[in-house]
């Protein structure tokens, strides 16, 4: 099966500093998301960005498909922030990477 | 936020007993999932459903059973419940299949079995 990897598996961050998470995957997909999982366990779609950037507030990602990774950027991060972030792609069925582990420090 | 429920949200309950998790969505999806989350594995699918009274297994369904009667409810079983399936279980919905399909996640079933 396809293999989804991301790094770094942790971050941690002084508030207001921004950061770079990613994700690689062995094959072509079509489908990427990001999703955020918050300290009380619920996991939030961010982006669903099979190719190029999408923003969203201080949030954004870009997928380069053809080279099998995509980017999250936080900018000016807040303690909201802290949590689990998530890649997961579809070949055949939705695949998740381990994970990276952040936290925000006031 | 997509509209989805899970009931009940926390459960414990004893090894050898029936257990019982309902997924509840109102945005009329085809497609639902199960899915286990455990510390170092994230999250593995173990039955999904294509539509009522279709379902088909994940890559961790043993020991799971899951039913299809309505659109809007996916019901997964645990027949005799094990220390092993202490985890936490969350509900996805889609409206496509595949790679197209972008999913959507209910707020989990935190489970432990004692």
């Known amino acids: 099966g396809i293999q989804v990897e991301q790094s770094p598996p942790d971050l941690i961050l002084q508030e207001g500093a921004n950061s770079t998470l990613r994700c690689n995957f062995s094959?072509?997909?079509?489908?990427l998301q990001w999703f955020h999982q918050n300290p009380w366990g619920q996991l939030i779609n961010l982006f669903y960005?099979?190719?190029g950037t999408k923003q969203n507030g201080r949030l954004s990602a870009t997928t380069v498909a053809t080279e099998r990774y995509s980017l999250l950027y936080i900018s000016s991060s807040q303690t909201t922030d802290s949590g689990v972030y998530f890649c997961?792609?579809?070949?055949?069925?939705?695949?998740f990477g381990a994970g990276t582990q952040v936290v925000v420090t006031p | 936020d997509a509209g989805i429920t899970q009931s009940p949200r926390h459960k414990v309950t004893e090894t050898g007993t029936p257990v019982t998790l309902r997924c509840h969505q109102t945005?009329?999806?085809?497609?639902m999932y199960w899915y286990r989350q455990d510390p170092g594995h994230g999250l593995r699918l173990i039955h999904y459903s294509y539509g009522v009274k279709d379902t088909d297994k994940g890559e961790v369904s043993d020991g799971y059973s899951v039913s299809r009667s309505k659109t809007e409810d996916f019901l997964l079983t645990l027949e005799s419940a094990t220390s092993s399936q202490t985890s936490v279980y969350f509900c996805?919905?889609?409206?496509?299949?595949?790679?197209?399909?972008?999913?959507?996640f209910g707020p989990g079933t935190r489970l432990t079995v004692t």
């Open positions: 945005e009329n999806h085809r497609y």
């Open positions: 996805a919905i889609s409206d496509s299949w595949g790679q197209s399909a972008e999913q959507y």
């Open positions: 094959d072509s997909v079509n489908n």
């Open positions: 997961a792609v579809t070949w055949g069925k939705l695949q």
């Open positions: 960005i099979p190719s």
